[in-house]
């Protein structure tokens, strides 16, 4: 027996289509599958975000998630894919900074609320 790899992330939704459509019209992550009409799969590099409807949901970091604090994707350039984004329409709440030497990170939220981070690190950062 062996945990292999991650295989996804899932996130509840009051409104699919909407998160949907950030994920891939904003974001350009592609779709990587889907389960009836409540459950779309979106390919983040490896692993997957489960993005399901349910109309009682809520902004889960809000009030129930007891420990997720976000989502991160680790990009090439942090300053353009920042501003490539900003351009989109994304709002940053924390803007591009450099957390330590060679770490850079930057946080915005996804339609519900949803915490996402854009993170690029030299090896060196990470010891």
């Not at 949907?20 to 390919?43: C, E, M, Q």
């Not at 924390?94 to 850079?104: N, Q, S, T």
């Not at 981070?117 to 090896?123: I, L, S, T, V």
């Amino acid at each position: 027996m062996a945990i292999l790899r991650s295989h996804h992330i899932a996130i509840s939704t009051p409104n699919l289509s909407r998160l949907v459509s950030f994920y891939t019209d904003v974001l350009g992550l592609p779709k990587a599958g889907r389960i009836g009409d409540g459950t779309t799969f979106i390919d983040i590099g490896g692993t997957r975000l489960e993005l399901t409807e349910k109309k009682d949901a809520t902004r889960a970091q809000a009030e129930g998630c007891k420990g997720l604090l976000h989502v991160a994707f680790e990009v090439d350039d942090i300053q353009k894919t920042c501003e490539a984004f900003k351009a989109k329409g994304v709002e940053f709440h924390v803007p591009a900074k450099e957390a330590r030497p060679g770490l850079w990170v930057a946080f915005f939220k996804d339609p519900d609320g949803n915490v996402l981070e854009f993170f690029q690190a030299r090896p060196e950062a990470l010891l």
